[in-house]
């Protein structure tokens, strides 16, 4: 029995001897500290709330921020952050995030850990090079999903219906959603949502506005109807099925869309009018390489010639309302006119061929808007002038 007991002693000093190192090394290297982030304003009003404040407090100067902090950005303000290990991070307008961890090793310097939480908004990240990507952990929660990034520079952005779209400039993510899992590589774009099965072959250009086929009716459609009338009859936003050319919507004859009419008969009018519908975008395109527009149109009666004396009154015309790089409210619009008898301006404007379908297609319409964008207000397309009759039937903005 001695000899029993000295020989199980021996065997338990053994087996300490060579596995409870490893097993301390491992508890000790598992051992993490806080690691606080630095925010600093880059512009307009920018929000947080501590974890143990009870209300909002704006972000004044540069300031370090722990876990548990929100942020948050209103329609013209911006902050970026510098993450311990050398990751950035720029929340964009109109965001909402939630730092949850950030934690570096206490003895082991690969051990890295940093979770956010986007509750809403768009936010660009750019994850740091590490010698031990194994030891490193950086995770996006959504309200409806998670995701995790590998070194690299990606936008990711959640939209009012919760549903997430992600850019990988370089790197990989990789979504978990409803128990599905998806990984995007770079220059791909990926997503989920509740009724968004997780995909990582989203087309390369993000849709910015709903409905681009004029399908809906107007009281189902996020297009809106508007009228404005100086004096003189008003004009009318009218729901049509205009004849489809052949091509324009596979095994139907009949293409849906909205006439803009103001027509006064034998009575003179020679006072503006507008009858148009209208889309809010509310959309950063600040890290947008390429914006394209496009609509189609058929111009079949106007009464002022050309696009007015300002060259700004077309019986039918597109309209971009957006902030430019300085802050300023502008307004971009392309016109189309089918007779110019007066020889009024036309600056802004097309001729097109009157009663006849005319597409119009701008693949980079960034080249063209000056000063240059950053947000997206709305879009309109309207009826412009003293009488006209036009008609639109697709709508496209979408961007890269």
Known sequence: MAWGFLL??????????????????????????????????????????????????????SAEATPGTRFSTDGRSRVFMEFFDGSTLELYNNTEMVLVESERGRFDEARKRVVLELVRGRMAMGVAHTDAEESRHVEIRTPTGHMLLLEGSYVVEVFADEHVEVMVRRGKATFFADGNLAEVGAG?????????????????????????????????SPW???????????????????????????????????????????????????????????????????????????????????????????????????????????????GFYAQNDDGFSV????????????????????QVLNPTPVFIRRIEVLGSGWDFDAVVTEVVLEGR
């Open 224 to 334: 809106r109807a508007f009228i404005a009338t100086e004096s003189g009859p008003s004009g009318r936003t009218i729901e049509i099925a205009a004849e489809a050319e052949p091509g324009d919507v596979p095994g139907l004859g009949r293409d849906f869309g909205y006439a803009f009419r103001r027509m006064s008969g034998d009575e003179e009018v020679n006072r503006h009018g507008e009858a148009g519908i209208a889309q809010i975008v509310n959309r950063d395109v600040r890290d947008f390489a390429q914006l394209h527009i496009r609509a189609r149109v058929r111009v079949d009666y106007q009464g002022l010639s050309g696009g007015g004396s300002l060259g700004t009154e077309y019986p039918i015309m597109i309209k971009l309302f957006y902030i430019d790089n300085h802050g300023q409210d502008q307004i971009w619009y392309q």
């Open 8 to 61: 199980l002693s021996f065997a338990v000093f053994v087996v300490a001897v060579v596995f409870l190192p490893a097993q301390i090394a491992s508890v000790v290297g598992r051992l993490t500290i806080e690691a606080p982030l630095e925010a600093h304003p880059i512009e307009g009003t920018v929000l947080l709330q501590g974890p143990f404040d009870t209300a909002w407090k704006q972000l004044r100067d």
């Open 347 to 366: 600056s802004g404007g097309t001729a097109v061929p009157a009663g006849e379908w005319v597409l119009y297609d701008n693949p980079n319409l960034l």
């Open 188 to 220: 791909g774009r990926g997503g989920y949502g509740p009724d968004m099965t997780s995909t990582a072959d989203l087309p390369p250009l993000a849709a910015l506005v709903e409905d681009s086929r004029l399908a809906l009716p107007l009281n189902l």
